[in-house]
């Protein structure tokens, strides 16, 4: 597997729907971290509620996604964030090791962050390896 340099990762601005360095929603920066490893995902968007439940759900029974107890890396992140709905997962990240992971939120640029932070702790719904 290929070691990137996540630090170009950094900073990308958010963008709904977004697929590149110039601008990445949730969904896309996963792709293109995944990418960077050499793994790959069909495309999805965390804006489609639809779309990001049946990659977590379906996507397992295919052997694309394998659902794990603990962070690996690098490994999907999912999370439930929205307080109207604390059991539907709507976010997604990359565990990118020691405890950190990449993600992307609206109006933000991507970044890394603590899986501790309790931002991010009270939302973690599991953790999934792409196969």
Not at 49 to 61: C, F, K, M, T, Y
Request: charged share 15%.
């Amino acid at each position: 597997m290929l070691t990137p340099d996540l630090t170009q990762f950094i900073g990308i601005p958010y963008r709904k729907q977004g697929r590149s360095m110039q601008g990445a929603d949730c969904g896309g920066l996963v792709l293109l971290v995944l990418r960077a490893y050499g793994l790959s995902l069909p495309n999805f968007s965390c804006a489609q509620q639809s779309e990001l439940v049946d990659i977590l759900n379906n996507a397992r029974g295919t052997g694309m996604l394998e659902k794990i107890v603990a962070p690996e890396v690098p490994c999907l992140v999912s999370m439930a964030t929205a307080t109207e709905a604390p059991h539907v997962v709507n976010h997604v990240g990359v565990y990118v090791g020691k405890g950190n992971m990449l993600h992307t939120r609206s109006q933000r640029v991507s970044q890394l962050v603590r899986l501790s932070n309790p931002c991010i702790s009270r939302t973690l719904r599991g953790f999934y390896r792409v196969c």
